[in-house]
């Protein structure tokens, strides 16, 4: 595997038998457009030279975002002869076009010829959700679009009871804890759940909100929060797997937030399957394939971002029936054992090379190259 981190050396570790190649490209939130940009030229450069010295690459499974690396997929079928499988964790250049970070129409223009060209070069294509496969295939109809989403960790991450201790360590003061885990930043829009936190007040409701993360938007949602003095609402920096686990036990929702963006709609964001996989009930603010998900296996709910008062109505059975919390967090834990269990989603994208290559998987190496 071909990654990168912050530090100022080349490294490589071996994690859960796998040989990880880490390149010194430096990259935080914090950046601006044009030094995320670089970053990510950077990053296709030292791969493509690394990539020559690897003895022996028998396919290499890319995955993005940003669209870039997939200049590293072209680059080694033309000039290795190696062929890759394309996996298209957000759509780029939509994405950033959608928020406002691009702009021109000629670079647009060109961005999204390097789109097509990257799916068009790619034996395979893999999606994350069914909005991004229905996008994919409409850029490039010709082609296999295989959707396989994040996968649940069902046996890191189970459904318990709270832990005194750890309720102690998070200030929970109050009997029922919303969270919001990931980044925040310009897509996540936090400030759809400081609405929610403020209308929770307004309505005296016995909730605490804890936003767990970081991002470029940290300090101004900090800022806010303050202003509005949201005393229900308390801030964790961000976590490790192991606690992002605590802080799971803690929990008795969570709310998934994007922008209202049509192109936010397709993400399949990692934090959802952690909260079906500790059995929570799973509250999202877009009108996608997430919103399908927890409405037809009644283990959460969707709000309308701009209704923080709708948010309320739809929390309080809950809240008051407790009968009805427990099925929702059984229903979730079901779902992330019955479809996207860790194993579940191996196996599909196992399928996907074997079929491709009409290869042994336990006998090749796939190379995975991720900025």
């Known amino acids: 595997m071909i990654t990168s981190h912050n530090d100022s050396t080349y490294t490589i570790k071996e994690i859960d038998g796998v040989k990880v190649h880490y390149l010194p490209v430096k990259y935080h939130n914090d950046m601006g457009f044009i030094k995320r940009v670089l970053s990510f030229f950077k990053f296709v450069r030292k791969a493509k030279r690394l990539a020559k010295k690897i003895e022996r690459i028998d396919h290499a499974y890319i995955t993005s975002t940003p669209l870039t690396v997939g200049l590293i997929g ?47 070069h790619a034996d395979k294509i893999v999606a994350l959700s069914p909005g991004m496969r229905d996008w994919i295939k409409k850029v490039v109809p010709e082609k296999d679009v295989f959707m396989i989403p994040n996968m649940a960790d069902c046996q890191f991450f189970v459904k318990e009871i709270k832990d005194p201790e750890l309720i102690e360590l998070y200030h929970v003061k109050k009997p029922f804890v919303v969270t919001y885990l990931g980044s925040i930043g310009a897509t996540n829009h936090l400030e759809f759940l400081l609405d929610i936190a403020q209308e929770a007040k307004l309505a005296d409701l016995n909730i605490d909100f804890k936003i767990v993360g970081e991002g470029s938007q940290l300090q101004s949602i900090k800022l806010q929060t303050y202003l509005k003095k949201l005393t229900n609402v308390e801030f964790i920096g961000h976590q490790n797997k192991e606690g992002v686990k605590r802080i799971l036990n803690i929990t008795d929702a969570s709310y998934v937030s994007f922008a209202d963006l049509p192109v936010l709609a397709t993400n399949s964001p990692n934090k959802l399957f952690d909260s079906l996989a500790s059995g929570k009930l799973t509250i999202v603010n877009t009108p996608g394939w997430t919103k399908d998900m927890v409405e037809q296996y009644k283990c959460g709910f969707y709000a309308d971002p701009h209704k923080p008062k709708e948010f309320v109505s739809k929390l309080k059975p809950y809240l008051e029936e407790r009968d009805s919390l427990e099925a929702a967090k059984n229903n979730a834990r079901s779902l992330a054992e019955s479809l ?32």
């Open 74 to 120: 072209i680059w080694l079928k033309k000039n290795l002869k190696i062929n890759y499988t394309f996996e298209v964790r957000d759509l780029w250049p939509t994405a950033p076009i959608e928020i406002g970070a691009i702009k021109g129409a000629f670079f647009k223009k060109r961005l999204y010829r390097l789109e097509a060209k990257i799916y068009k």
């Open 340 to 371: 996207y269990s860790k194993k579940l989603q191996i196996d599909k994208l196992v399928k996907v090379l074997n079929n491709e290559n009409q290869i042994q998987a336990n006998e090749n190496e796939v190379y995975i190259l991720t900025a």
